[in-house]
């Protein structure tokens, strides 16, 4: 899986957006760009996933650069509840590989 | 669905002992995949297995660490001759295929005091 950068934590303010960017600026044609996030003593969730056009699901939505080279997670409307360590993974198309993760965005959100 | 289940939820074995570690994937997957969280760490791919087959294992210590993911059953990690080290967090990942996203247990927490 290609690299991904993001930076290591961030603040919001409950009830406000956020945004999480990361850059990908290695990305290949066929890298299909994931999120997830892992709140305190828990697994991994899904969060959501998109190639190149962007994509809005209950959780989030997934804003993704021209080039690809970059992309940002959007939570519309921040709660106490999406503290966590956000994680941005590229995957590669039907490769079967596992996903590969990094050290993530911890995002801390203030009441 | 009852989505990833894993158990036990906490562990804790002396050392030298064995460690079994179960995985039932959600009905209908056929791709599971193992990763080991140490304290404070990020999360670390060990191996990746379909039904009867070990698929990638580039992940797993060449010792001590076997996984299995039988016809019938859940998948099976197994730590032979436990060592403080392998305290962590061990968390399991079904997968449907293409387009969909991979689903997570909520892990084991080993101890090995």
């Known amino acids: 899986d290609a690299k991904t950068t993001q930076p290591n934590s961030m603040e919001s303010n409950e009830e406000e957006p956020v945004h999480l960017p990361c850059n990908h600026s290695?990305?290949?044609?066929?890298?299909?760009i994931h999120w997830y996030r892992q709140l305190p003593s828990q697994g991994p969730e899904y969060v959501i996933h998109?190639?190149?056009s962007n994509v809005n699901n209950r959780m989030a939505s997934l804003a993704i650069a021209e080039d690809r080279k970059s992309s940002t997670l959007i939570l519309h409307r921040a709660t106490l509840r999406d503290a966590a360590v956000y994680y941005c993974?590229?995957?590669?198309?039907?490769?079967?590989?596992?996903?590969?993760f990094g050290g993530g965005t911890r995002l801390m959100v203030k009441p | 669905n009852a989505g990833v289940m894993q158990n036990p939820r906490h562990l804790v074995r002396r050392r030298g002992q064995e460690a079994r570690l179960r995985c039932s994937p959600m009905?209908?997957?056929?791709?599971v995949y193992w990763y080991r969280q140490l304290p404070e760490e990020g999360l670390k791919f060990m191996v990746y297995?379909?039904?009867?087959?070990?698929?990638?294992e580039s992940g797993m210590p060449k010792e001590r660490f076997s996984a299995e993911f039988p016809k019938e059953g859940p998948s099976i990690l197994r730590i032979q001759q436990v060592v403080r080290g392998d305290s962590a967090a061990y968390f399991c990942?079904?997968?449907?295929?293409?387009?969909?996203?991979?689903?997570f247990g909520s892990g084991t927490r080993l101890t090995v005091v």
């Open positions: 993974i590229l995957r590669e198309y039907n490769a079967g590989n596992m996903l590969t």
């Open positions: 290695t990305i290949s044609g066929t890298d299909y």
């Open positions: 998109g190639l190149t």
């Open positions: 009905k209908g997957h056929s791709h």
């Open positions: 297995l379909q039904k009867e087959n070990i698929i990638d």
């Open positions: 990942a079904s997968y449907a295929g293409e387009g969909y996203g991979y689903t």
